[in-house]
């Protein structure tokens, strides 16, 4: 995913903890994009308010995490989009907040199949999803829609 985005303009991070106000947990997103003179560093923790889009692909032991407790703390922090690529559904999730502190959330604003283009207009770029990999035999689980 990360190679999809363009290096010039944006900073692209794997597994970098994000600072959210108010929140004791520092999540680590799978991926972290952010303008690329938004953060210099130093330092382990990028603000939030810096961020313009976090990433996390789900697996069985993270789907709990990724579409329950780390959208509410995206969401929270305002993040501006959410991207949940799941290889269990073959589905990509682009989720834009709404609402503030415990009443916020996101809208499932696309919700789209592997092998459909994801268009990301916050980064200006439109992801081509044909080449994402599924998980077919895992068993499926539920998870809030």
Same mark, same amino acid.
């Given at each position: 995913?990360?190679?999809?985005?363009? #290096?010039?303009?944006?900073?692209?991070?794997?597994?970098?903890?994000?600072? *959210?106000?108010?929140?004791?947990?520092?999540?680590?997103? @799978?991926?972290?994009?952010?303008?690329?003179?938004? *953060?210099?560093?130093?330092?382990?923790?990028?603000?939030?308010?810096?961020?313009?889009?976090?990433?996390?692909?789900?697996?069985?032991?993270?789907?709990?995490?990724?579409?329950?407790?780390?959208?509410?703390? #995206?969401?929270?922090?305002?993040?501006?989009?959410?991207?949940?690529? @799941?290889?269990?559904?073959?589905?990509?999730?682009?989720?834009?907040?709404?609402?503030?502190?415990?009443?916020? @959330?996101?809208?499932?604003?696309?919700?789209?199949? *592997?092998?459909?283009?994801?268009?990301? @207009?916050?980064?200006?770029?439109?992801?081509?999803?044909?080449?994402?990999?599924?998980?077919?035999?895992?068993?499926? #689980?539920?998870?809030?829609?």
């Amino acid at each position: 995913m990360a190679e999809h985005i363009p #290096y010039r303009r944006w900073q692209r991070k794997r597994t970098q903890d994000v600072s *959210f106000p108010l929140e004791t947990s520092e999540p680590q997103p @799978d991926l972290v994009v952010l303008p690329r003179d938004a *953060f210099a560093g130093p330092g382990r923790l990028i603000p939030v308010e810096t961020v313009t889009l976090l990433l996390e692909v789900v697996s069985r032991y993270s789907v709990d995490h990724d579409y329950g407790i780390k959208r509410s703390v #995206y969401a929270a922090g305002r993040v501006p989009a959410y991207l949940i690529i @799941d290889p269990m559904a073959a589905e990509c999730w682009l989720l834009n907040p709404y609402g503030e502190a415990e009443n916020a @959330d996101f809208r499932g604003d696309s919700i789209s199949k *592997f092998g459909e283009p994801v268009s990301l @207009d916050l980064l200006g770029i439109t992801l081509d999803t044909t080449g994402f990999p599924t998980l077919p035999d895992i068993r499926r #689980y539920r998870r809030p829609r």
